[in-house]
């Protein structure tokens, strides 16, 4: 079984930072990928961004691209989004997701973590 756990975040004004972290741990951890989601009130979740773990491969929502910016750390099984520029319809919150390998998509989701940006 994995855990994951995010944390980072919080109340800000538009265009400020965040920087979200996201910790996997339990066995068996072979990942695939590790990935960030979001879903806004009375919205679908939706695609933020993710990262291969096996060569960092990186991929971003167009809504999110030249803003956000993932990484990950292989030893602490960890990865970060980074959040600049952030407008008031990035309000969600936010879910962290591993892709183990053998699944076929991510098969292990943290609790989620509220970010809300005020104008």
């Known amino acids: 079984q994995v855990q994951v756990v995010e944390s980072g975040g919080g109340l800000v004004q538009a265009g400020d930072s965040l920087n979200l972290s996201c910790a996997a741990s339990g066995r068996p951890l072979s990942m695939v990928a590790m990935g960030w989601f979001r879903q806004a009130p009375g919205k679908e979740r939706e695609f933020v961004s993710s990262?291969?773990?096996?060569?960092?491969?990186?991929y971003y929502a167009d809504s999110v691209k030249g803003r956000f910016t993932i990484s990950r750390n292989i030893r602490r099984n960890t990865v970060y989004l980074q959040m600049n520029s952030l407008k008031p319809e990035d309000t969600a919150v936010y879910f962290c997701?591993?892709?183990?390998?053998?699944?076929?998509?991510?098969?292990?989701w943290g609790q989620g973590t509220q970010v809300t940006v005020s104008s």
């Open positions: 997701a591993v892709q183990r390998v053998g699944a076929r998509e991510y098969d292990s």
């Open positions: 990262i291969r773990w096996s060569g960092g491969s990186t």
